[in-house]
């Protein structure tokens, strides 16, 4: 009888073990959602996936690109009952996800001192609200960056000091354009998504807030700074469709052309100016962005993060931190010179580069600057209204609409009229 008893529970551990290791090794298929990376970036994000699976072997990854539909599809997904497990957001969608309750804390998933220990402490700020943590920092950006110019422009207008303060690109406009026909650069004055003035405003030491947390942008030195942006665009210093394509875009199909004569910003241009006019880009030469009088950069990131309904959080949280190591930012940095999030990152080989290329050069500078990332201002919890407002009267006073202080003060009275914190 104890035999039979102890054969029976022999069998009932036995299959037990079994039925516990079926479940271990029982696969999970998780969701990958990320923001405008393909085609362009197929090799890296596919190579890195396959690289995860392999050390993961209980895991499959189904990888989608989302572009312009992304945060609709993740509202529509979350309301529909099949939010993916792991979406790529930036530090805005990040915040107001969070506030909507639509993620999960990652400290709660990932150790707060491996979060710290791996990333930089303002990139982990970027993406944190009310002491927890909902992102795991991903690639980022400076604003400022590098500033890339084109030398023979540079000797036509018989400049022969680089600029350093962001006031003197104000000046050189004039003196560039009149004396090359090219501009100078072309500052993002209402960009689409964001509120490009406000960068300004924060990078020459004004207040975005006041000490009770409203609206504070519409000051005398406020307007006397976009008063300036005003006289130069209306002075044809600044190319007209500004105020309806992104700078970004205008600016490095004019500098190809010869038609621009630098532009302040990340490495991504190059590699663009690379393709499209390699011997411009071969006499390029790149040098620190010039700052405002706070002497600070701003800039921006990306973050992966785990929205609250996933099905399958534990392995949703290893994929992120996998995609989001030192390892996989500095494989991404190798394909386009984006600044990793991680601590590492500061001492890794492929930012202490010499030598006369321009995307090495450019590298070199911004590729460990990740802990500079700030906003600057945090973004309200309704920025895109808010955004739009002021983009909307920042566009009203270059067109002459409305003065300078004017705009400002109906975008301030707006904002403090319908701001959600």
Do not use: C
């Not at 054969?7 to 290791?21: C, R, W």
């Not at 939010?83 to 969608?93: C, G, K």
């Not at 906003?375 to 002021?390: C, E, F």
């Amino acid at each position: 009888m104890k035999m039979t008893r102890l054969i029976a529970l022999g069998l009932s551990l036995s299959l037990g073990t079994v039925v516990s290791t079926a479940a271990a090794q029982q696969k999970v298929e998780l969701q990958f959602w990320t923001w405008y990376l393909s085609p362009k970036f197929d090799d890296y994000i596919k190579t890195t996936i396959a690289a995860f699976e392999k050390a993961n072997p209980n895991i499959t990854v189904k990888w989608f690109d989302k572009q312009d539909s992304m945060v609709q599809d993740f509202i529509s997904s979350v309301n529909l009952g099949g939010a993916p497990d792991v979406i790529n957001l930036n530090i805005d969608e990040t915040a107001k996800a969070a506030q909507n309750g639509f993620l999960r804390d990652v400290s709660a998933l990932t150790p707060r001192a491996t979060l710290t220990a791996t990333y930089y402490p303002q990139s982990l700020t970027n993406f944190s609200s009310g002491g927890k943590v909902y992102g795991y920092p991903w690639y980022g950006w400076l604003n400022e960056g590098v500033m890339l110019y084109n030398p023979d422009l540079f000797k036509k207008a018989g400049i022969t000091a680089v600029p350093r303060r962001a006031s003197d690109l104000l000046t050189l406009a004039k003196t560039i354009k009149d004396k090359t026909g090219a501009y100078a650069w072309v500052p993002a004055l209402k960009d689409p998504n964001t509120a490009s003035f406000l960068g300004y405003f924060y990078a020459e030491g004004l207040p975005i807030y006041d000490a009770g947390g409203r609206a504070a942008f519409n000051t005398a030195a406020h307007a006397a700074l976009l008063q300036q942006y005003v006289n130069l665009y209306k002075g044809g210093y600044i190319p007209e469709d500004v105020v309806r394509r992104e700078a970004f875009q205008i600016a490095t199909e004019l500098y190809a052309q010869n038609r621009v004569a630098l532009i302040v910003g990340g490495p991504q241009a190059l590699t663009r100016i690379k393709d499209t006019n390699p011997g411009l880009y071969a006499k390029t030469v790149v040098t620190g962005a010039p700052l405002g009088k706070a002497g600070v950069q701003t800039g921006g990131s990306m973050d992966l993060v785990v929205p609250a309904a996933s099905k399958h959080p534990a392995e949703a949280a290893k994929l992120a931190a996998f995609m989001t190591s030192n390892a996989s930012q500095i494989a991404f940095a190798k394909v386009v010179p984006v600044v990793p999030t991680t601590r590492a990152a500061q001492g890794d080989a492929l930012f202490k580069q010499t030598g006369s290329d321009p995307v090495a050069r450019a590298t070199a500078l911004v590729g460990s600057s990740g802990r500079l990332i700030n906003p600057g201002y945090k973004a309200p919890a309704n920025s895109d209204d808010l955004y739009k407002n002021l983009n909307d009267n920042i566009e009203a006073a270059l067109l002459g609409r409305k003065t300078a202080q004017a705009a400002l003060n109906d975008s301030v009275a707006y904002w403090n009229a319908n701001m959600k914190k």
